[in-house]
């Protein structure tokens, strides 16, 4: 079983301070994405990245595949209460149809 | 409609009960899919369906019967479930991009 290991497992940080999170393989995925899952509810996707190398924004999110595709970060800058939630992210290895689920980042930020 | 919908929201069952969770999308996407997520855990493939073919098993016992009756629609029939059943039960479907997540059934099996 390929296996997505997401660091840290737990967060807990003030109002406006930056942080990573990291997801990493030891396989290479054609595709990966980042999701957030509030309780009660399904994840909800961030982005979307593809090509080795890639860097994609979504306002103070910043998001990078790393150049050989086995891994991926997650920073949040100026962090605010409602980006609490759990993070995911997923991979999914070329044609499968089949995602697999990192172990999740949970954060909250504290007001 | 970028929505994908699942029901019911809750569900409480006993050992001996036949039930079905309901999962519903107009996108158009060719994919869908049964994911069981446990407490303060990632969710966890159980089944994956492409063109309307079940094509990814991944060894769920049969007391969880899947169905997938046309292109927008995905049910998961439950019979004979256990305490340890209980969970988080989430529908998605894919296009190239990522997956779209229904809201889930909170199932709790008595």
């Known amino acids: 079983t390929q296996l997505l290991e997401q660091s840290p497992q737990f967060l807990s940080i003030q109002e406006g301070e930056n942080l990573t999170v990291y997801c990493n393989s030891s396989?290479?995925?054609?595709?990966l994405q980042w999701y957030r899952q509030e309780p009660g509810e399904g994840p909800v996707l961030l982005v979307t990245v593809v090509t080795g190398g890639e860097v994609k924004k979504l306002k103070r999110l910043t998001f990078q595949f790393g150049d050989a595709r086995k891994d991926s970060s997650l920073h949040i800058t100026a962090a605010q209460p409602g980006d609490t939630g759990l993070y995911l992210c997923a991979g999914e290895h070329s044609g499968t149809y089949k995602y697999i689920f990192g172990t999740g980042t949970r954060l909250k930020v504290l007001a | 409609d970028t929505e994908v919908t699942q029901t019911p929201k809750h569900l409480v069952m006993g050992m001996t009960n036949k039930k079905s969770l309901k999962c519903e999308q107009h996108?158009?996407?060719?994919?869908m899919y049964w994911y069981k997520q446990k407490a303060k855990k990632p969710p966890e493939l159980m089944f994956v369906?492409?063109?309307?073919?079940?094509?990814i098993n991944e060894s769920v016992p049969s007391r969880f019967s899947p169905e997938c009756p046309n292109s927008s629609l995905l049910n998961l029939h439950l019979h004979a479930l256990q305490p340890e059943d209980s969970a988080l039960y989430l529908c998605?479907?894919?296009?190239?991009?990522?997956?779209?997540f229904g809201s889930g059934t909170r199932l709790t099996v008595v």
């Open positions: 998605a479907s894919s296009s190239n991009y990522g997956y779209t």
């Open positions: 996108m158009g996407h060719r994919a």
């Open positions: 396989s290479v995925f054609s595709s």
């Open positions: 369906y492409s063109y309307e073919k079940l094509s």
